[in-house]
């Protein structure tokens, strides 16, 4: 049974930078496709950053230049690397990825992101 599950999660001030970190149970190899989304509360869950098993990454135009997504295969884990962080991009963060064989998606609990001074 596959399990994401994210940490990494906070209060950060305008401006500012988090990490956000998913462990995936088993091999991260094993998944086509991992991503991040984000939801705030009244708003559609929207896609944030993707990568695909061959290293290629996309990006929500929001979030392009300053948010960085990465896997550590070695560490099973997908990251998130976040830098000027403003207030629009509070939301509940959710890894998701794809798995290769079953094609079962998988989601993680989420993790609270929160921008403010």
């Known amino acids: 049974q596959v399990q994401l599950v994210e940490s990494g999660g906070g209060l950060v001030q305008p401006g500012g930078s988090l990490r956000l970190s998913c462990a995936v149970s088993?091999?991260?190899?094993?998944?086509?496709?991992m991503g991040w989304y984000r939801q705030a509360p009244g708003k559609q869950r929207e896609l944030v950053a993707s990568?695909?098993?061959?290293?290629?990454?996309n990006y929500a135009d929001s979030v392009k230049g300053r948010f960085t997504i990465s896997t550590d295969n070695a560490k099973n884990t997908v990251s998130l690397q976040m830098n000027s962080l403003k207030p629009e991009d509070t939301a509940v963060y959710y890894c998701?990825?794809?798995?290769?064989?079953?094609?079962?998606?998988?989601w993680g609990q989420g993790i609270q992101v929160t921008v403010s001074s």
């Open positions: 998701n990825g794809i798995h290769y064989l079953t094609t079962l998606e998988y």
């Open positions: 088993g091999s991260i190899f094993s998944m086509t496709v």
């Open positions: 990568i695909i098993s061959g290293g290629r990454v």
